[in-house]
């Protein structure tokens, strides 16, 4: 008599090298060739230019570490959905995950697309839909070899974040060839940013946090990841250290070759840079190495985002099918499929504006920030709750670092809305729309029940 099948389930197959290539690839995307135009705008001085940056990165990673504490005590592939089920019961979470579905991850894989698709339009030019078109085939490309399987998936992510980082690499060079150092003490050119005010430094720091963003990922590894109650700390700490230190530097490459005052007047600073040190052969080596970073962001977004379809699944009967963990592939092959379909969706909507990546910028924060907020207070419900819960890590100076990162949650769910357009609420709307989930939520996960 032959003994029952078992159901494929995800396996601790991630080690440490591996989850930092992804969550460095999922930080150090595109936004760091973006954003620093927009925080001198409103930082004012040079100093405060780069104090923003590095405030922004202390606050990032007592996030991360929030985060190592959850992760560690409550490993699953369904991550911050897991977590919030534990603190607050499956009704908040499914609807975190119909969130997550349809506005949060699919939102920011079409965002991260179209950024990849502006550049990479400027070396094959595919009309005047070509942006959009070189979104959607970039989605459909790396849903399909993450489909295949996670090997391919790490292999793909291993290869791209070689290229963000040499992308960085190429940058500090320049800047430095450029200007030295002589653009960081240079005072601002008359009529340049140099008035400083707290609402300015306050919307600074809105680009800064976004520029960073990505590392919250890390929680879904943590079913997958190798010795996990140890593991993850370091995933997040090694990463975020990592990105802290280039963001750093990379800003003051900025500095070095264009000043305050040029970096705020300038639309395409990271090709400004490159054009005055190595002429245009520069630029276009630097847009190809750009469309990498964009591609490694991309990648390292899928990969994380069909794992709470997969918790999803698990737990509603009636989504069953996005439940089945494919042994094959050693992934939720479903999933992937329903989030590439999700993706092109909004990549379709993004299309009709002008700038589809503000687009979904805007889509998406608001949302984003609200369940982050929830996670953030999750930590403070599930020591309450459980106190005898073995943690493996603890977040330091408990409760101090939890409340700053609290704090600044709301500041940003503030921001978010404050400041976006009228795709905030077009997403808050999809939003409203999952309200009737919260009537499928009762009972515990799977996850819960099988503890």
Known sequence: ???????????????????????????????????????????????????????????????????????????????????????????????????????????????????YGEYASTLVPLGANGVAIHAAIAVVLFTLINLIGTLQGKVAQHIFTVLDVAAIVLLIVAGLIVGGLSGLTAPPPAGGSSAISWGGIGLAMVFVLLTYGGWNEAAYLSGEMRDVQRNLARTLIFSIGFVVIVYTVVNLAYLSALGLDGLAKSDVPAAAVMRRAFGDTGALVLTVFICGAALSTLNATIFTGARVYFALGRDLSGLGGLGVWSARGENPANAFLLQGVIALALVLLGSFNRNGFKTMVDYTAPVFWFFMLLVALALFVLRWREPERPRPYRVPLYPLTPILFVLTCAYMLHSSIAYTGYGAFFGVGVLVVGLPLLLLGNGKSSAQAAE
């Not at 159901?7 to 090298?17: E, G, H, N």
């Not at 925080?39 to 990032?60: L, R």
């Open 1 to 115: 008599m032959t003994a029952p099948a078992v159901p494929a389930a995800p396996r601790q197959t991630l080690s440490v090298f591996d989850g930092v290539a992804f969550l460095i690839g999922m930080v150090i995307g595109v936004g760091i060739f973006k954003a620093p135009q927009l925080v001198a705008m409103f930082a004012g001085s040079t100093w405060a230019f780069i104090a923003v940056w590095i405030v922004g990165g202390i606050v990032t990673l007592i996030g991360a570490l929030c985060y190592a504490e959850l992760g560690s005590a409550y490993p699953n592939a369904g991550g911050e959905y897991h977590f919030l089920s534990r603190a607050y019961g499956r009704a908040v979470s499914v609807l975190f995950a119909w969130a997550r579905g349809t506005v949060i991850q699919t939102g920011a894989i079409a965002a991260v697309a179209f950024v």
